[in-house]
Structure formats: structure tokens, C-alpha cells
T-cell receptor
Framework: GQNIDQPTEMTATEGAIVQINCTYQ??????LFWYQQHAGEAPTFLSY????GLEEKGRFSSFLSRSKGYSYLLLKELQMKDSASYLC?????????FGAGTTVTVRA | EPEVTQTPSHQVTQMGQEVILRCVPI?????FYWYRQILGQKVEFLVS????????KSEIFDDQFSVERPDGSNFTLKIRSTKLEDSAMYFC????????????FGSGTQLSVL
């Protein structure tokens, strides 16, 4: 089965840094994805990790530890437009399974 | 950037009616998926499809659901007899051949069953 846990909500100030943690227990692992989803819209791809370590992509970075079943997404220099839900998703051979998402609210 | 296209954007139907949700995946993609998201809940996997057959399906994807790739471009989800609890946003997604490729999602069809 799939068990993917992430915090429900986080709030941060514009310009700050926020770290969203994700822990997972899944049958099969072919990589971990982070997606962003604004209300009423489709998920959009942010980052992908398949090996341990940090992947940096502009203001967003993602980290993976396969032995610990742990990942985080780091959002730097927060902007108001970053207010959204951030979805941790684990891929096995045939599907991508999503966590419930973390709603990030950025305050001025 | 290439897009996955879904139609209609909104569908309202009566309980017990059949609905067909349509998707045009990205043209050179080989893997196709349907997900649903009930309002306020997580994105749930329904089914994956490759080489003209279902690769995996969830327990949600019961006998009332079916998928088809009727031609070289469309990928459809049919719900035979809709129930109130089928009301949700349905997302189609597609992916290229490489294992590490991301899924591209369509903008969704909001299904309301009355």
C-alpha cells in the first residue's frame, strides 16, 4: 500500500523560507515528485528526485533520503503567488500516488 | 509547452446517467492516466493505461468505470451509472517513455452528479 504524510497547512511571510516535509511508505519506488496546485486548477510539476540528495531549481529545492523515506521541498524568497497546495507524490512502476497536500499561505 | 486537453470543463448529470470524459494527451506520450479529486481532498489515482491496456487500477475504479483509446489521439473515461459520490474534478494525465518523466496534467473536468 501507499502511505504518504505531509503537514496540512503552513503559513509564512513574504520573502521568507518554508520547508515542507514529506514521509512515505510505499510498495515500489521509482522517484519522488513535488507538484504545486492552485485551487481549482491542475497540479503542475515542480521537482523530481530519484537519488538521495538535494536538487535545486531556482527558488525551489527538493531533498530525498530513500533510506529514511523522507523528502522535503524548500521554497525560498516566498512570493504571494506561492500561496498554493504543495503535493508530495511517489512513483512506482505504474502510477503516481499523492499525499494529501500542504496548503501554504504567504502573508505580506 | 505541450498541453493535455480535457473536455468538457464542466459536466452536470443526473444520478444513474452515463458520462464520458474526454482527453487528448500530448501527442508523443505513451502512458495515460485518470485521477480524481473530490473537493477539499487529495488527488486520487484511478487508472493507468499503456499499450492499449490497463496497467494498474485502484479500488475506486470498479465495474462502473472504463477507459478507452478509440483512436490515435483521444483517451476517454466512461462512468456507466453515475452516483452522487462520483462528483469530483477528474484529471487526465500523460507521460513520455522515460521512467523519470513527469506527468503532465490536463486542466480537469468538474463533474457534478445531481
Amino acid at each position: 500500500g501507499q502511505n504518504i504524510d505531509q503537514p496540512t497547512e503552513m503559513t509564512a511571510t513574504e520573502g521568507a523560507i518554508v520547508q515542507i516535509n514529506c514521509t512515505y511508505q510505499t510498495s515500489g519506488f521509482n522517484g519522488l515528485f513535488w507538484y504545486q496546485q492552485h485551487a481549482g486548477e491542475a497540479p503542475t510539476f515542480l521537482s523530481y528526485n530519484v537519488l538521495d540528495g538535494l536538487e535545486e531549481k531556482g527558488r525551489f529545492s527538493s531533498f530525498l533520503s530513500r533510506s529514511k523515506g523522507y523528502s522535503y521541498l524548500l521554497l525560498k524568497e516566498l512570493q504571494m503567488k506561492d500561496s498554493a497546495s504543495y503535493l508530495c507524490a511517489v512513483k512506482n512502476d505504474y502510477k503516481l500516488s499523492f499525499g494529501a497536500g500542504t496548503t501554504v499561505t504567504v502573508r505580506a | 509547452e505541450p498541453e493535455v486537453t480535457q473536455t468538457p470543463s464542466h459536466q452536470v448529470t443526473q444520478m444513474g446517467q452515463e458520462v464520458i470524459l474526454r482527453c487528448v494527451p500530448i501527442s508523443n506520450h505513451l502512458y495515460f492516466y485518470w485521477y480524481r479529486q473530490i473537493l477539499g481532498q487529495k488527488v486520487e489515482f484511478l487508472v493507468s493505461f499503456y499499450n492499449n491496456e490497463i496497467s494498474e487500477k485502484s479500488e475506486i475504479f470498479d465495474d462502473q468505470f472504463s477507459v478507452e483509446r478509440p483512436d490515435g489521439s483521444n483517451f476517454t473515461l466512461k462512468i456507466r451509472s453515475t452516483k452522487l459520490e462520483d462528483s469530483a474534478m477528474y484529471f487526465c494525465a500523460s507521460k513520455g517513455e522515460a521512467t523519470n518523466e513527469k506527468l503532465f496534467f490536463g486542466s480537469g473536468t468538474q463533474l457534478s452528479v445531481l
